[in-house]
């Protein structure tokens, strides 16, 4: 991974932070997004300190704010040129309804919204850097989900976390494919990855025995990374676009997420809410 340069989001800890570590090892530049200042700067400080490698920049960013990340990708174009890979990582969980400060239901605007805009808004030197990558990391909660246009943010009905959580993450794997078709003679692939049941910091709200169930019984970050190390960096995947992986191979997804006129339909409706131009 010498010369490439590769963001990613909600770096600071668990499959984030893992994957900037094992691409660092590579000796690849990485650009670390992160939420929290001093998270961001211990994570960079601790994989700079077990790498060797001094090549890890950190930009903060709230991810849930369109606004900051439009200027995260103002900061990114005026230093750098390029970018080999986008690994699309950031995410949450959160027992109650919350909005974003752009009023849109925060699962929702951070695991499709933001990877929406923040890929969009890069695409142009994503290009310019082709063969290059995007991997969004969903989930296969997309699997129970079902989009319902007349209620994207889960207003109308009791929130239940894992049900909205899988509607987000089912509208990511929608983007992801659409993305692909869109993308398609460019040499920009995108795919998708199910890290598998990780222990993470995504479970930080959730109970005390629900922590300790994540540390007894589910994979660790360094495992839940290895699906997105391997689409960031091995040449057995070049060329290989549109696809959902699991544990380093390609499997079907949900059979809703293949319907082409809801990704068109959900990529209208992302462009909308982003204000972004067509």
């Known amino acids: 991974m010498e010369g490439k340069i590769c963001m990613i989001t909600g770096a600071n800890s668990g499959i984030g932070k893992a ?5 660092a090892k590579m000796n690849a530049t990485v650009v670390m997004v992160c939420h929290n200042k001093e998270r961001g700067e211990k994570a960079k400080e601790e994989i700079i300190n077990e790498t060797g ?3 890890i920049d950190l930009y903060l960013c709230d991810l849930s704010s369109q606004e900051q990340i439009r200027k995260l990708v103002e900061e990114y174009k005026n230093k750098y040129q390029k970018l080999d890979v986008l690994i699309n ?13 752009d009023g849109i239901e925060m699962n929702f605007a951070v695991h499709f919204l933001a990877p929406f805009l923040l890929t969009n808004l890069l695409l142009d030197v994503l290009k310019k850097s082709a063969p290059s990558r995007i991997i969004n990391v969903a989930s296969a909660a997309h ?6 246009f007349n209620d994207l ?31 398609e003679g460019t040499g920009v692939n995108a795919n998708a990855v199910h890290p598998g049941v990780v222990n993470s910091n995504l479970g930080r709200d ?17 495992e839940g990374a ?8 091995s040449p057995e995947v070049e060329g290989i676009t549109g696809k ?15 319907n082409e006129d809801y990704a068109k339909k959900l990529w209208h409706t992302a462009q909308e809410m982003t204000k972004l131009k067509a």
Do not use: C, H
């Open 53 to 55: 490698n001094k090549k």
């Open 244 to 258: 959902y992986f699991v544990n380093k191979q390609p499997k079907e997804s949900s059979e809703e997420s293949y």
């Open 226 to 233: 290895q699906t997105s190390i391997y689409l960031a960096s």
């Open 89 to 101: 990582n950031a995410g949450i969980m959160l027992k109650k309804r919350v909005l974003s400060i």
């Open 143 to 148: 699997k129970r989900a079902k989009i319902d």
């Open 153 to 183: 943010q889960s207003e109308n009905k009791k929130y239940r976390l894992f049900t909205v959580y899988g509607i987000s993450k089912l509208a990511e794997v929608l983007f992801t494919y659409e993305l692909s078709r869109k993308l």
């Open 206 to 222: 959730q109970s005390k025995f629900s922590q300790w169930f994540a540390r007894k019984f589910f994979k660790s970050p360094e």
């Open 19 to 23: 994957t900037a570590k094992a691409l």
